[in-house]
């Protein structure tokens, strides 16, 4: 018996040295091209953020860089951090607080560049409040999910603009209960991408969606990005190094078709906002793509001073115990290339 079980652990041991040293799969397009298959889960299920991703499939961008992309929604940063350490993905599309706070956990993971340079996060609210200041927060309720990077800064927007906690009241829900809370009169305001629920909240209860940007007021910081596993960077560094020139070619030429990305997403996912809720999330991405560094570069071209202003932020505010060089979080010379 113990002879057998020894042998059944062999043979497991045996299957998972096999897996680990096997290549990705390959298929075969129309044009009889061999194509490497890639996975690639999002942080959240699809939304107008998204639409380069569909735009660059539909438009064969990923095929002319030799790969088979399949885009997976996802459940949220953190696990989509979590699967691309752990191999459930090839790629993953996440905030880069997430990816910060996964590496200093001891996840295996990095960046391979940040496309949103800007960050997205924002206090939002129906304008009919009256909130036009950060100073006008005081006294209001503000829903929030507890342990994400938004609550996690929020502090420290708050203290930059001479503002603290307890001038607010935070009401802790989950991540899709914030804009029924703000909807329902529950709270006055949410804490959110102003690339995600306001345009959805705007077009659900027919009101205007205002807007206080943490970039607008004093605090930026690297947002959503492609990631992956150290294991495909030790194993398979071509093929990322092609994802990352795709995704880079994709964004720009999205850009410049922003009619067509968005139609590209038809049929993405059941939970899909409208075309309008999706052109209007994608416009207000495209304002994301740069920092002053980066300005006029290709999309995912990141700079070191970025990387540790953005690191500098998460340390302060607690995310992550120890500030690590940029090379710890992200892979620096894998940037797109012409």
């Not at 953020?49 to 885009?71: Q, S, V």
């Not at 205007?208 to 194993?235: I, K």
């Not at 990141?302 to 998460?314: M, Q, S």
Request: charged share 20%; glycine share 10%; hydrophobic share 40%.
């Amino acid at each position: 018996m113990k002879r057998l079980t020894a042998l059944a652990a062999g043979a497991a041991l045996l299957l998972a040295a096999g897996c680990g040293g096997s290549g990705p799969e390959t298929t075969v397009n129309a044009d009889g091209e061999e194509l490497t298959k890639v996975t690639l889960t999002l942080n959240w299920y699809p939304y107008g953020e998204h639409a380069p991703f569909y735009y660059g499939k539909a438009e064969g961008i990923y095929e002319d860089h030799g790969i088979d992309l399949e885009i997976r929604a996802g459940q949220g940063s953190q696990k989509t951090v979590q699967a691309t350490a752990a191999g459930q993905t090839d790629f993953g599309w996440a905030d880069t607080p997430a990816l910060l706070a996964g590496v200093s956990q001891g996840l295996d993971v990095k960046s391979v560049g940040v496309f949103l340079q800007t960050t997205p996060s924002s206090v939002q609210f129906f304008t009919e409040q009256g909130i036009e200041s950060v100073a006008d927060l005081k006294g209001r309720t503000i829903a929030t999910t507890a342990g994400d990077a938004l609550s996690a800064t929020f502090p420290t927007f708050l203290a930059a603009n001479g503002l603290s906690e307890s001038d607010v009241t935070m009401q802790n829900t989950d991540a899709a209960g914030k804009m029924a809370a703000v909807m329902s009169g529950q709270t006055d305001a949410l804490l959110g991408y102003a690339t995600d629920q306001g345009p959805t909240m705007q077009e659900k209860a027919g009101k205007e969606v205002s807007y206080l940007r943490f970039a607008d007021h004093g605090l930026n910081f690297y947002s959503n990005g492609l990631l992956t596993s150290q294991r495909m960077l030790d194993e398979h560094r071509d093929l990322v190094q092609r994802m990352v020139d795709a995704t880079s070619e994709a964004w720009a030429a999205a850009e410049q078709d922003q009619d067509a990305a968005v139609q590209a997403m038809a049929g993405a996912s059941e939970q899909l906002p409208s075309a309008q809720v999706l052109a209007d999330q994608f416009a207000s991405t495209l304002e994301l793509l740069y920092t002053e560094n980066t300005e006029g570069g290709r999309p995912g071209v990141n700079v070191e001073e970025d990387w540790r202003a953005t690191i500098e932020v998460f340390h302060s505010a607690g995310v992550i115990e120890t500030a690590e060089e940029p090379g710890a979080y992200w892979e620096t010379d894998l940037s797109p290339k012409e």
